[in-house]
């Protein structure tokens, strides 16, 4: 049916249906893959403030416990003279959260008696130093903890005490990534893939409505192809470029370029049968694939009615294959879910167009 391409050519929203999934991947892409976060940098940008009431004995065991810190945490040490020093300091975020050492901190390490510190946080913030500071406790118990019964074991002995860990790690990564931009890869590449898919069906659905039933069926069919052809193409380019991986440019692409036309399809397909009012399902599935892509964080950490979406429809199938994609591990794609997508959507618009074309005969 060239001559259907032809009329959907003359619609007001032709250039619209072809450019615009690519511009969203290429814009999103960009920039989220050009200014990847560092961890390592994020870890050592916390600032840890350390108020010091200890009195004694000489010389004091909060000193050497403070050195312990500053070696074995990732973080900038910062020492504060007292508690509303601290709590000015935290407040013009100055540091991102203080430890306060009691004054008897020396006297009850040295003893049988159990010690406590104080933790001050603050969740004005930033969103990396408030889930750090929300993990300092733990660590900080762990690392004072060793401290003290090392101290202790070493007062025991008669022997001088250690302040490092007991026990070191030889650490060891399966699957690492080649550049800083691969971390985000997996998460830019799913939200494109939903967001693309979503405004392309959406332009397609306006810019066809008006054509002969089975005309714009056939264009809701063919089109979806070569646009997101071009989009995912667009965004395997930026991916190889940023990630420095040009090995998985083919991989990309063809994942991109299925996933996106099956799920431009069953868009059609469902517009097509309840018009754009299903926008208020589709919508908010694609915004929420930060956290049902599991490219972020596991499904598990999402609050409990976004899990059991989650699974109930493996929507992270799409982010694990994505990041076996970018890191080598082992996933594929979810061909079934993707298949039968694609299955409903077009059986859904033909089957309209039909049912609708034999009924407007039949008046």
Known sequence: MPSSLSDFRRSELFKPAIIVPTVIMLVFSI???????????????????????????????????????????????????????????????????????????SQLALSNKNLSIGILNSQHLTIAETQMASQLPSMIQMALSTFVSNLRASKLNNQGSNAGMMVTTNVETMFKAKSLASLPAPFVMSFTTWMASMVGAILLFLGTRQMAFLNRAYVRTIVPVMTMGFASFALAIVVTLTTLQWEVFLMTWLSVWLICVC????????????????????LPLVQYQSVLSGSVAPISAAPDWLERIGTAVPFDAIGAAYRAIIFGSDASLPYIWLLSAAFIGIVLSWGSAIFKGRMRRRW
Do not use: H, M, Q
Not at 74 to 100: C, H, M, Y
Not at 269 to 282: D, K, N, T, Y
């Open 31 to 105: 920039f989220n893959l050009t200014a990847p976060s560092d961890p390592a940098r994020i870890l050592s940008s916390f600032e840890l403030g350390i108020v010091n009431e200890d009195i004694g004995p000489f010389p004091l065991v909060s000193s050497k416990a403070i050195k312990g810190i500053s070696k074995s945490l990732p973080f900038r040490v910062t020492l504060l003279k007292d508690s509303e020093t601290a709590r000015d300091a935290l407040l013009k975020g100055k540091v991102s959260s203080v430890i306060t050492f009691p004054e008897s901190f």
């Open 263 to 282: 799920l431009t399809w069953l868009f059609l397909g469902v517009f097509e049968i309840i018009g754009l009012s299903a926008l208020l399902i589709i």
